[in-house]
Structures are given as C-alpha cells and as structure tokens.
C-alpha cells in the first residue's frame, strides 16, 4: 500500500529480511529486478496536497543493480496542463507533474516538475560520474515553489530555479519506472517518502542519519512468498 492506497506491482518483489538500507531483522526493501517492473498507483490525486502549494520533497534510499535509463519515481496529471510541455512520453496527453531519476544511463541525477525538459521552466541535473550507485544511498528531492535541491546522504549535491509551478490535477504515479514500464529502475528502493512541504537540510540530515520521527510510523507488512 502506498498513501493507504493500494498499488499494482508488476514483477517487483520484496527482499529477503535484512534486504532493507539499514540490514536490520524486519527490515524490507522493494527489489526491482532486471525485467521492466513498477509499482503503479491509479489514485495519485493524493499528489495536489503537495501541488496545491506548489511544495513537495520526497525522501528515498536506492541501491543500483546496474546505471540504465532508469526512472525511480514518475507522476502523471489526468490531462494536459495548459502552459507546460507534454514531452517523453506525451501519456495520452497528460503532463508530467514530476519525475526524478537515479541516475539516467549518463550517470545524470535528473528532477524535474510541471512536464519536461528546459533547465529554466523544467529541469534541473547534474552528472556524478563515478558515484558508488551499487551501495546504499539516501537521496533527498526538494521544491520550494521555484527553487529546487537535490541532496545525496545529507549534503547539497545540485539546486537551481525552475519557473513552472506544480500542475493541480495529479492523476497516477508511478516507482521503478514510467507509468508505461519504459525506463525501468534496476535495484532497490527502501522508505520512500512524500511530504507536502519544503524538508529543511535538519531533517534531510536526519532522514539521512537515520532518524526518522517525521515519518509515520511504520506498520508490519505480510511480504508475499
């Protein structure tokens, strides 16, 4: 379940015990494996919390199996948002509310809001060559109406302004992939989090550090056999 909602998991699965970032008993992480996979949520309307105020971060730990064209988190709106572009792919018509990537097949860190793909209305990115994508990291994406951050284990790794607000009618999101299964994610993704707010660099730090009481409390799960 994601937001209590339920989602459809296509060929993702859960980890062996201890899979999780911090390799404790109990805790799980979602594997994506090497086949195109996601999980796909329809009610993604939970989204314009967020949009409403045109504020979102998200906060999420992510081990690579390999570096690929590989989307981690993408939002859809119901259709298209009149004033921002309808690109790669155009979904029937509907707006990219945001996406992020971790990284692309150019080891690129991409987040972009409000459709795609001008560094001024869109997008921002930054290439981090060389980077440990095969060990856990926590990596933290920020929008504070126009100014965007990207944070990798708790330290600033790229910001900049970007003028498009957030569209208002999000409809479908989608982890470990486009909504369509293309640019499928190859490893594991542990403790995503969304927030209707700006996180301050105290709680990345934190969320980076472990520490998480701006969470809701973690429920226990039946992981599927």
Same mark, same amino acid.
């Given at each position: 379940?994601?937001?209590?909602?339920?989602?459809?998991?296509?060929?993702?699965?859960?980890?062996?015990?201890?899979?999780?970032?911090?390799?404790?008993?109990?805790?799980?992480?979602?594997?994506?494996?090497?086949?195109?996979?996601?999980?796909?949520?329809?009610?993604?309307?939970?989204?314009?919390?967020?949009?409403?105020?045109?504020?979102?971060?998200?906060? @999420?730990?992510?081990?690579?199996?390999?570096?690929?064209?590989?989307?981690?988190?993408?939002?859809?709106?119901?259709?298209?948002?009149?004033?921002?572009?309808?690109?790669?792919?155009?979904?029937?018509?509907?707006?990219?509310?945001?996406?992020?990537?971790?990284?692309?097949?150019?080891?690129?860190?991409?987040?972009?809001?409000?459709?795609?793909?001008?560094?001024?209305?869109?997008?921002?990115?930054?290439?981090?060559?060389?980077?440990?994508?095969?060990?856990?990291?926590?990596?933290?994406? @920020?929008?504070?109406?126009?100014?965007?951050?990207?944070?990798?284990?708790?330290?600033?790794?790229?910001?900049?302004?970007?003028?498009?607000?957030?569209?208002?009618?999000?409809?479908?999101?989608? @982890?470990?992939?486009?909504?369509? =299964?293309?640019?499928?994610?190859?490893?594991?993704?542990?403790?995503?989090?969304?927030?209707?707010?700006?996180?301050?660099?105290?709680?990345?730090?934190?969320?980076?550090?472990?520490?998480?009481?701006? =969470?809701?409390?973690?429920?226990?799960?039946?992981?599927?056999?």
């Amino acid at each position: 379940h994601v937001f209590n909602l339920e989602s459809v998991i296509n060929n993702a699965k859960y980890t062996e015990d201890k899979g999780g970032h911090t390799g404790e008993a109990g805790d799980y992480a979602m594997d994506f494996l090497e086949t195109p996979t996601n999980m796909f949520v329809q009610d993604g309307e939970v989204l314009d919390i967020a949009t409403s105020i045109n504020k979102i971060s998200f906060s @999420v730990w992510v081990k690579n199996h390999a570096t690929s064209n590989a989307t981690v988190f993408w939002a859809n709106t119901s259709t298209d948002t009149p004033g921002t572009d309808n690109l790669q792919p155009p979904f029937d018509g509907r707006t990219r509310v945001t996406s992020f990537h971790i990284p692309w097949g150019n080891e690129n860190i991409y987040f972009d809001t409000a459709g795609c793909c001008d560094t001024t209305l869109h997008r921002i990115v930054l290439n981090n060559s060389g980077f440990s994508w095969d060990e856990w990291h926590h990596y933290a994406f @920020v929008m504070d109406e126009g100014h965007k951050t990207i944070w990798i284990d708790g330290t600033l790794f790229h910001e900049g302004d970007n003028t498009l607000p957030l569209p208002h009618n999000s409809d479908i999101f989608s @982890v470990g992939s486009r909504p369509d =299964l293309t640019a499928p994610f190859k490893g594991i993704i542990d403790d995503l989090a969304i927030f209707a707010s700006a996180l301050t660099e105290e709680q990345i730090i934190a969320l980076a550090e472990g520490n998480t009481d701006i =969470l809701p409390e973690k429920r226990e799960i039946e992981v599927p056999l």
